[in-house]
């Protein structure tokens, strides 16, 4: 999009979304005041259509699933969002009502979680449609819950169910049924624990985008420790349980959950426990963290067996 058509385009669907700090969207950079005792945490996230989101998924869950996927860094840090720059690299073939249903979608969740659109940028392409979202959030000078503070006999806990949104994927590619449509939305729409407060009772979190396993070996190198998975621990859901132990795997290292993995003290565990019942925010313990195999991941199978994998979890390269 360029000339009249890119900014019309921007004034009709996204100047509604500008917080203040945007400047309405009319000038060159948007304007942030210092927050005094805080640090100003930045993620971004890309989006690929056919990649983390399907052609004919609806317009309103792409935009839901683009914005919460930096939500849940955010939740992973111990950082409050504030705001957001949005990029589109839009494909001609996308209409009007198409973005009308995009934006839409983005209104509720700022809405919902309190985030207003700072400013982007907007371009065409003749490839597929690519989103990308830089978020800002502020958190106490010091408090931000890092990957690299594991400590040697951590409890490693998960949030959530884990395994819903790489099965949902499958679901709508019609290998497997979802007669309720609960894990096609898990797949479409992820749930950011924005609501848990971890600060002074975490060592570590990390949220979980590329698999369970994976991400469990990413807090491990890290942080310098081995980590200690247990399988008979890992939280199901029911939808999950139904389809039985020949999609386990596919739960250990399927994508996308975008549930946080905390590492925290067992003299923390009352304050964990009940953190998660003030939230409601249901929260699992799956494993420790072990001085022994530094970086590595070890999965121990109901038996307490070693358990080999065949992918510990997604790619890009």
């Not at 100047?15 to 309405?24: N, Q, S, V």
């Not at 995009?102 to 003749?126: E, I």
């Not at 019609?174 to 749930?191: A, C, F, K, N």
């Not at 081995?226 to 139904?242: D, F, M, Q, R, T």
Request: net charge negative.
């Amino acid at each position: 999009m360029t000339g009249a058509g890119e900014f019309d385009f921007i004034a009709r669907y996204f100047r509604p979304l500008a917080g203040r700090e945007a400047l309405d969207l009319r000038d060159d950079a948007a304007l942030i005041a210092p927050r005094p005792g805080h640090e100003l945490a930045i993620s971004t996230d890309t989006i690929v259509e056919n990649v983390h989101f399907l052609t004919d998924d609806p317009p309103a869950t792409i935009a839901q699933k683009l914005l919460r996927v930096n939500l849940s860094d955010c939740a992973a840090m111990g950082a409050v969002p504030f705001g957001y720059f949005l990029n589109i690299v839009r494909p001609r073939r996308l209409d009007d009502a198409w973005f009308e249903s995009f934006s839409a979608g983005l209104a509720a969740d700022q809405d919902l979680f309190d985030v207003r659109l700072l400013g982007g940028d907007t371009t065409s392409t003749q490839g597929p449609l690519v989103l990308s979202v830089t978020i800002l959030a502020w958190v106490a000078q010091g408090c931000a819950l890092r990957r690299d503070r594991v400590q040697s006999g951590d409890d490693i806990w998960v949030t959530g169910f884990i395994g819903d949104a790489a099965l949902g994927l499958r679901a709508l590619r019609g290998e497997i049924p979802d007669p309720d449509g609960y894990l096609t939305d898990r797949y479409r729409v992820p749930q950011p624990r924005m609501g848990l407060t971890l600060t002074g009772i975490a060592h570590a979190a990390m949220d979980v985008s590329d698999g369970l396993i994976q991400d469990c070996g990413h807090l491990a190198a890290e942080s310098g420790v081995g980590i200690v998975v247990e399988v008979g621990k890992i939280p199901l859901s029911p939808a999950a349980l139904i389809l039985g132990d020949e999609v386990l795997g596919e739960c250990l290292t399927g994508g996308d959950d975008y549930e946080l993995l905390v590492a925290c003290a067992p003299a923390c565990r009352i304050q964990l426990e009940r953190e998660s019942v003030r939230s409601g925010i249901k929260m699992t313990r799956i494993g420790h963290a072990t001085a022994e195999n530094p970086g590595g991941v070890t999965v121990l199978g109901r038996d307490g067996a070693p358990v080999g994998l065949s992918s510990r979890g997604w790619q890009h390269f």
